[in-house]
């Protein structure tokens, strides 16, 4: 069964509004987590690194403003998308892994984000 | 940066074997992956291998990887259609890397 939870699945939104997208690690504790960002028919790349009572990192040319990151507790993050604009549609997804084990990475399922 | 390439696509029939290449640079990478993607969905992670290994067979599928030549490869046995997907490889410990991603067909 999934190892990480992401909700909402699906999210169609209009310019200017914010959205929210929720990650759970299910099982087990991850004091970090991290999103990532495709692009359609492309492949997948690291936005940031959530870090569980601190702030968080992000890559090289992604707007930290934009893309707000906050991991308030062991088994949840959440990505607000500010301000959406149709060219911050597509998909993203997040991972975490127990740290305890030697278990890889585990992916949610995904939001999809169409903003109009 | 790490830099990890897979050729795009691939067309096979169904029964026979698939091979799925991936090669990358960064010598350093602990765990190397091999994601599955169906159309509007997320990844579900197919198997994975550490890289002090060479070899991991899980039921039909087989990883191999060749460090020397920095050469990961996903052969799928018995291929059906239901595997025609994206396939990424990805490398790394916790912050991945992935492939440009290749396209399964799998024809009747």
């Known amino acids: 069964g999934a190892v990480v939870s992401q909700h909402p699945s699906r999210v169609i939104c209009k310019s200017g509004t914010s959205v929210k997208i929720e990650c759970r690690s299910l099982?087990?504790?991850?004091?970090?987590m991290f999103w990532y960002r495709q692009f359609p028919k492309q492949s997948l790349m690291l936005m940031a690194t959530?870090?569980?009572?601190?702030?968080?990192?992000?890559e090289q040319g992604v707007e930290k403003d934009k893309f707000l990151i906050n991991h308030a507790s062991l088994t949840l993050s959440t990505l607000t998308v500010t301000s959406a604009h149709p060219e911050d549609s597509s998909f993203y997804i997040c991972?975490?892994?127990?740290?305890?084990?030697?278990?890889?990475?585990?992916f949610g399922n995904g939001t999809r984000l169409t903003v109009t | 940066g790490e830099d990890v390439e897979q050729s795009l696509f691939l067309s096979v029939r169904e029964g026979d074997s698939s091979v799925i290449n991936c090669t990358y640079t960064?010598?350093?990478?602990?765990?190397l992956y091999w994601y599955k993607q169906e159309p509007g969905a997320g990844l579900q992670l197919l198997t994975y291998?550490?890289?002090?290994?060479d070899m991991k067979q899980d039921q039909r599928l087989t990883v191999l990887l060749n460090k020397k030549d920095k050469h990961l490869s996903l052969r799928i046995a018995d291929t059906q259609t239901g595997d025609s997907a994206i396939y990424f490889c990805?490398?790394?410990?916790?912050?991945?890397?992935f492939g440009t991603g290749t396209r399964l067909l799998v024809s009747p």
């Open positions: 960064d010598s350093s990478s602990t765990y």
């Open positions: 991972s975490a892994r127990d740290p305890t084990t030697d278990s890889p990475l585990h």
């Open positions: 099982d087990f504790q991850a004091t970090t």
């Open positions: 990805a490398t790394g410990f916790q912050k991945l890397v």
């Open positions: 291998i550490f890289s002090n290994m």
């Open positions: 959530s870090n569980e009572g601190s702030k968080a990192t992000y």
